[in-house]
C-alpha cells in the first residue's frame, strides 16, 4: 500500500500534468512530507502552486494540506 506522501505525489503530479497549462512541467521539483500534509512545488509561481493544492484539497480530499 502506498504511504499518504507517495499518494499526494501522485495525485500532485496528475494535477499538474493533466490542469497546468505550462510547458516546462519537467523542471518542476515537487516535495510532500512524510505524512502528507505539506506540499512543496519548486518552479511554480506561488499562485500556481496554490491553485494546485486548491485542486487538491476539493477534488482529492487533502483538506488540511499546506
Do not use: C, N
Not at 502506498?2 to 501522485?10: F, Y
Not at 523542471?27 to 493544492?53: F, M, N, P, Q, Y
Amino acid at each position: 500500500m502506498a504511504s499518504q506522501k507517495e499518494t499526494l505525489l501522485q495525485h500532485a503530479a496528475e494535477v499538474i500534468d493533466k490542469r497546468l497549462p505550462i510547458s516546462h512541467k519537467e523542471r518542476l521539483k515537487v516535495s510532500a512530507t512524510e505524512d502528507g500534509s505539506e506540499l512543496t512545488i519548486d518552479g511554480l509561481s506561488d499562485e500556481e502552486a496554490e491553485v494546485v493544492k486548491e485542486i487538491l484539497r476539493k477534488e482529492y480530499g487533502y483538506h488540511g494540506l499546506t
